[in-house]
């Protein structure tokens, strides 16, 4: 079964999708190439948006774990085995304009996006700074985080190579507790966002149109 769900954040559904750039952008790890001017100020967004989904990727039935009858022990060496989680295995930005989440294996994953005045992660409640007048957090639960980054709290910054890029740039942190949270600054002020989570290609692509007044 195919899942696929638009949303539309300036609540106008799309009458039809373009094709995806997801050519990947160097990730920086070590700090931002967006200019601090860009930093973005308190109340400088006009959106308060949020959406959330769930989206099937694989075989779900793979995650299952062997279930021990209530009435009976574990039999010596015996163990149950662990939930297989869905890994995102990396992060894309495109054209400026797409960013593109990578889930690979087997199982359901939530969603959420949603426009924030400040860009607080969740386990530390620690503010990041993060480029733009808008600030789009994402979060994926259910998922662990792959390859770009094992053996790192540091998270995967990414930035467009143009300046008229729609996104001023993203940051991505490892998952904790199968929650991996990240972060868009956007350039405007006032954005049409479409969310678009794919179980077929175990894809959650944003699209951000920078719209000013």
Same mark, same amino acid.
């Given at each position: 079964?195919?899942?696929?769900? $638009? ?20 990730? @920086? ?12 100020? %308190? ?5 308060? @948006? ?20 209530? @009435? ?9 085995? %662990? ?41 530390? @409640? ?21 390859? =770009?980054?094992?053996?790192? &709290?540091? =998270?995967? $910054?990414?930035? =467009? ?18 929650? &991996? ?9 006032? %954005?049409?966002?479409?969310?678009? %989570? ?16």
């Amino acid at each position: 079964m195919t899942w696929s769900t $638009r949303c539309i954040v300036s609540m106008a559904l799309a009458a039809s999708v373009s094709a995806v750039t997801t050519a990947c952008v160097t990730v @920086d790890v070590t700090g931002s190439r967006a200019a601090e001017s860009e930093r973005a100020a %308190p109340g400088s967004c006009d959106r308060f @948006d949020s959406f959330s989904g769930q989206m099937q990727v694989g075989d779900p039935a793979l995650t299952r774990p062997t279930i021990v009858p209530g @009435d009976r022990s574990l039999e010596l060496g015996e163990s149950v085995p %662990p939930v297989i989680h869905p890994v995102l295995e990396s992060v894309e930005l495109g054209d400026g304009n797409t960013v593109v989440f990578a889930v690979s294996g087997d199982g359901a994953i939530g969603w959420s996006a949603r426009f924030v005045q400040e860009s607080r992660l969740r386990a530390t @409640d620690a503010v990041v700074p993060v480029a733009g007048s808008c600030l789009l957090q994402i979060d994926l639960s259910g998922v662990e985080t792959g390859t =770009p980054w094992h053996h790192s &709290a540091l =998270p995967a $910054r990414l930035s =467009p190579e143009g300046e008229a890029a729609a996104v001023v740039e993203v940051l991505s942190y490892p998952s904790s507790a199968t929650i &991996a949270q990240s972060y868009l600054g956007i350039r405007a002020s006032t %954005p049409t966002v479409t969310v678009e %989570p794919s179980s077929e290609a175990g894809t959650l692509t944003i699209r951000v149109k920078a719209e000013e007044r």
